[in-house]
């Protein structure tokens, strides 16, 4: 059923017995998504702040362990531009196989030979894909990410709302490693790295860092009525759309839907968001403004 697929998207649909004559569904239906990728991920895909480290030659790295081995294909990292020009500054992608706290000693088992500098998509939160040179064999436990070449602060997107790894009672992050010093320690801050390794089947380097555009084209474009809005509206594609997601204005997601019934927005507050569709496959079909009204 899903051979030659790197990506699956299971959708669970929880829907309660309501009176027939009860047009509205919206409160009656309840959709749960479990998402299988081509990479692995401890954050939420949205970023509170950013972490980064000082120095030339500081090493960052999140740790993952894999169930089966793989091929390891890329990294995915999303840097932040704060209140600096960072696009010039280089760093080399890197892969460990053992890093030992509380001293210089590590298992560097790829570095690679050009530089890279920081990429970013077209839409808030996007993390940019770096291939590696050549694919890596890999199992159990890996450390990914990178090694900067300059001494200024080099951030990265930084999921505050995870806890995965994080000790309260040590304040340690068992999951972030970084040496800026000549030794190896363990993060302070809870939190997960945008920084994710892209493992499976070989990558298409032309379509792997498309984003969102801002002005989507007009085949790309979703019909939306009634728009603008009060309460709920309609994909007039719905005949080819399976879910739809609602995003605000700074990309963050919001709800996820059915796109064959009418989807409630009178909780959302007067103003525009972002409605997304895809097909049954989990492809894109387009995207378009909402405007919601009071």
């Not at 001293?103 to 570095?111: A, G, K, Q, S, V």
């Not at 000790?167 to 040496?179: G, H, M, T």
Request: proline share 4%.
């Amino acid at each position: 059923m899903f051979e030659g697929r790197d990506s699956v998207v299971l959708e669970n649909r929880l829907s309660l017995d309501s009176d027939i004559n009860d047009k509205v569904t919206d409160n009656d239906t309840v959709y749960q998504y479990q998402t299988f990728f081509n990479y692995f991920a401890y954050d939420d895909g949205v970023a509170e702040k950013a972490y980064g480290l000082y120095g030339v030659n500081g090493k960052l790295a999140a740790r993952f362990v894999l169930n089966v081995p793989d091929t390891l294909r890329a990294l995915q990292i999303a840097f932040v531009a704060q209140n600096q020009d960072i696009e010039n500054l280089p760093f080399k992608l890197a892969v460990w196989k053992s890093v030992q706290l509380n001293t210089n000693n590590d298992e560097l088992i790829y570095l690679s030979s050009d530089d890279f500098v920081p990429q970013f998509l077209a839409q808030p939160n996007g993390l940019w894909t770096y291939l590696l040179e050549q694919p890596l064999a890999v199992s159990d436990t890996i450390y990914v990410g990178f090694v900067q070449a300059e001494a200024d602060f080099l951030p990265v997107a930084f999921d505050v709302n995870n806890s995965y790894g994080y000790d309260i009672d040590s304040e340690v992050n068992s999951e972030i490693f970084y040496n800026a010093t000549g030794q190896w320690y363990n993060s302070l801050y809870q939190g997960a790295l945008l920084l994710r390794p892209v493992l499976g089947e070989s990558l298409n380097a032309e379509t792997i860092n498309v984003g969102i555009e801002p002005t989507p084209k007009p085949e790309q474009t979703l019909r939306l009525y009634p728009n603008p809005t009060h309460t709920a509206f309609r994909l007039s594609d719905s005949h080819t759309a399976h879910t739809a997601e609602i995003y605000d204005c700074m990309g963050r997601l919001l709800s996820r839907h059915a796109a064959d019934e009418d989807i409630s927005v009178a909780h959302l507050p007067a103003g525009i968001y972002i409605v997304k569709a895809y097909d049954r496959q989990g492809q894109t079909l387009g995207l378009q403004k909402l405007i919601v009204q009071q």
